[in-house]
């Protein structure tokens, strides 16, 4: 069975950072895509990152330059830091691969 467990959510001021993690187990992880996605209040969930087996990333343009995912696939843990965090960042964040996903953890950032 697969979980995946994010951690590292909190409250921060804007500018400042945070760095979420993601425990995943079962046998899934190091041969697939992980992906990073967030939600905030009223909206549709977003696709914020995404991180292939080799360590190869993608990320939403909102993000670009800002947030940096990586992966431990030793450890089957996967990563999202998040700097210059500003308040529309505010959300739900999930990890995800293939079909499941995390209970998610959250990040309000204030101005």
């Known amino acids: 069975q697969v979980q995946l467990v994010e951690s590292g959510g909190g409250l921060v001021q804007a500018g400042g950072s945070l760095r979420l993690s993601c425990a995943a187990s079962?046998?899934?992880?190091?041969?697939?895509?992980m992906k990073w996605f967030r939600q905030a209040p009223g909206k549709q969930r977003e696709l914020v990152a995404v991180?292939?087996?080799?360590?190869?990333?993608n990320y939403a343009d909102s993000v670009k330059g800002r947030f940096t995912a990586s992966r431990d696939n030793a450890k089957n843990m996967v990563y999202l830091q998040m700097n210059s965090l500003q308040p529309e960042d505010t959300a739900v964040y999930y990890c995800?691969?293939?079909?499941?996903w995390g209970q998610g953890t959250q990040v309000t950032v204030s101005s």
């Open positions: 991180i292939t087996s080799g360590g190869s990333t």
């Open positions: 079962g046998n899934i992880f190091s041969y697939n895509a």
């Open positions: 995800s691969v293939r079909d499941y």
